[in-house]
């Protein structure tokens, strides 16, 4: 370290070398590897499984969005893993598709991110208390 001041500021603590280490023998074990890491959990999710949770958020959208104001319905699509080492791969996977009737689609995306007339407080408590 003496001839080469970088290797000191270089240098992992006990801390670190053990989150590496534990975060390395979790990826020994392809179950608990899935299991623990989002993005592997949600590349790895099966066909039926998607289109589950597609048809449960429709309903759930279906009940907090009048059919005279949206068309909702489900279909099959393809999702971008995106960046790293898949930039360009794509994955089969299941979107819910929101067509308004009488409002450009601007102002219902904007109503949705903000859950303003179209959610409602129960709605979202049981979406969120309710997802795996």
């Given at each position: 370290?003496?001839?080469?001041?970088?290797?000191?500021?270089?240098?992992?603590?006990?801390?670190?070398?053990?989150?590496?280490?534990?975060?390395?023998?979790?990826?020994?074990?392809?179950?608990?590897v899935i299991k623990?890491?989002?993005?592997?959990?949600?590349?790895?999710?099966?066909?039926?499984?998607?289109?589950?949770?597609?048809?449960?958020?429709?309903?759930?959208?279906?009940?907090?969005?009048?059919?005279?104001?949206?068309?909702?319905?489900?279909?099959?699509?393809?999702?971008?893993?995106?960046?790293?080492?898949?930039?360009?791969?794509?994955?089969?996977?299941?979107?819910?598709?929101?067509?308004?009737?009488?409002?450009?689609?601007?102002?219902?995306?904007?109503?949705?991110?903000?859950?303003?007339?179209?959610?409602?407080?129960?709605?979202k408590q049981k979406?969120?208390?309710?997802?795996?």
């Amino acid at each position: 370290m003496k001839k080469n001041q970088l290797t000191r500021a270089l240098r992992i603590d006990k801390f670190t070398l053990a989150a590496l280490e534990a975060t390395l023998n979790l990826y020994l074990n392809e179950e608990e590897v899935i299991k623990n890491i989002p993005i592997l959990n949600m590349l790895t999710l099966d066909y039926q499984e998607l289109k589950r949770r597609a048809n449960k958020l429709l309903k759930i959208l279906k009940k907090e969005i009048n059919a005279e104001r949206a068309k909702i319905t489900v279909r099959e699509d393809f999702s971008t893993v995106g960046g790293g080492a898949m930039p360009l791969e794509t994955i089969p996977t299941f979107v819910v598709t929101i067509e308004p009737k009488n409002k450009k689609v601007e102002e219902v995306e904007e109503e949705l991110r903000k859950c303003e007339n179209t959610c409602s407080s129960e709605g979202k408590q049981k979406y969120y208390n309710n997802r795996p």
